[in-house]
């Protein structure tokens, strides 16, 4: 009988112990880590009561639609990092009311769309850097009324944000641009806006704001010509670096 009951024992313990999701330790919430998993359904072991689901340096990449219905009554964090997700399918995060942050970040994502993020209207995190984003579809923003940070980063954005969708985020307090190629005449208007609204915008432009502005005004041309406003955004930034010449005495 004991050699049986140690038998059952150290298969559970064996079983804890090869499972790739584990529930965080410390963490007063339901939290799972999950590492190494090529398959969605190896979340199968995380209870329906789950509030935080991160999945690390895994291979899914491509999550269907319902991928976590299952924890619609209670997820609020969900986090897929370094995980090769590539596509993202229309209602994947179906019925997820209750996410408060979502993170896919070092991903493969080329597009953000509306057909998977409509459901997450209570959404106030959202992180997707270094991904290989080019479009955000224009609706997106719409879904979002409660958004307070918003990091797309270092991803491959070469078109302007309209403002009439940036007007969309109410509550946008945290704003992360840094990294993308976005045309020098669309950035003005835009850090003019999250200025006035007193939203933190987190980019590296410098100041080159000043200087396109500058160059819309007064250079004959740059309005309408992205070659002209780019070269004499140059001429003035060369013009700027050179060191200032000291008189002779």
């Known amino acids: 009988m004991r050699i049986e009951i140690f038998g059952i024992v150290l298969a559970a313990c064996v079983a804890s112990c090869l499972a790739k ?4 330790e410390g963490d007063i919430a339901e939290s799972y880590i999950c590492e190494g998993i090529s398959s969605l359904t190896e979340l199968n072991v995380i209870p329906t009561l789950a509030q ?3 999945i690390l340096n895994s291979k899914i990449p491509s999550l269907p639609a319902d991928s ?13 990092t ?3 997700l590539e596509k993202i399918e229309d209602n994947a995060f179906a019925r997820l009311s209750l996410l408060r942050e979502l993170i896919l970040d070092y991903n ?10 409509k459901d997450l209207r209570n959404l106030k995190v959202l992180r997707v850097w270094h991904n290989h984003i080019k479009l955000i579809e224009p609706e997106v923003f719409a879904h979002l009324p409660n958004l307070e940070l918003l990091d797309i980063a270092y991803n491959q954005i070469d078109h302007c944000t309209p403002l009439e969708q940036l007007e969309k985020l109410d509550n946008l307090e945290i704003f992360y641009v840094t990294g993308n190629p976005w045309p ?3 950035r003005p208007p835009v850090v003019f806006h999250l200025e006035h609204n007193h939203v933190q915008f987190i980019h590296n432009w410098g100041n080159d704001h000043i200087l396109i502005e500058e160059c819309l005004a007064h250079e004959f041309g740059a309005k309408w010509d992205d070659q002209i406003l780019y ?5 003035h930034l060369g ?7 000291v008189p002779a005495h």
């Open 21 to 24: 999701c584990q529930r965080k």
């Open 52 to 54: 935080k689901i991160t």
């Open 68 to 80: 976590f219905t299952r924890f619609s009554g209670t997820l609020n964090y969900l986090n897929i």
């Open 82 to 84: 370094h995980s090769e």
């Open 108 to 117: 493969r994502i080329a597009e953000i769309r509306t057909g998977w993020i």
């Open 184 to 186: 020098l005449r669309c």
């Open 231 to 235: 070269k004499c955004v140059a001429n």
């Open 239 to 245: 013009k700027l670096s050179v060191p200032p010449i």
